[in-house]
């Protein structure tokens, strides 16, 4: 079984930044493939991003690309999404999610973290 849990949420200004940190715990954090995604209000839940357990493989939506950045750091059994120039259709609950299985990206994630809110105002 893996834990996950999302700090790093809040309110900011359009243009701003926030950063997303994950951390993890269960499993040997090298072992996970790691993701984020999102869902607004009245929305499906979407891919955000995505990075391989050896951290060599990366996926962005096209909506983020340019402005978010998915990172891990072993030591801290953590991920991070870098989230830069951010806009009010960005406002949405932010999930971490983690997959032990071979393949990335995973067609499937098989674990879930709570969700963090991020709103962008005008």
């Known amino acids: 079984q893996v834990q996950l849990v999302e700090t790093g949420g809040g309110l900011v200004q359009a243009g701003g930044s926030l950063r997303l940190s994950c951390t993890t715990s269960g499993r040997t954090f090298s072992s996970l493939h790691m993701g984020w995604f999102r869902q607004a209000p009245g929305k499906e839940r979407s891919t955000v991003a995505a990075i391989s357990r050896n951290g060599k493989s990366t996926y962005y939506a096209d909506f983020v690309k340019g402005r978010f950045a998915i990172s891990g750091d072993n030591a801290k059994n953590t991920v991070y999404l870098q989230m830069n120039d951010l806009k009010p259709e960005d406002t949405a609950v932010y999930y971490c999610?983690?997959?032990?299985?071979?393949?990335?990206?995973?067609?499937?994630?098989?674990?879930w973290g709570q969700g963090t809110l991020v709103t962008v105002s005008e």
């Open positions: 999610a983690a997959d032990v299985r071979p393949y990335f990206p995973p067609v499937q994630f098989e674990y």
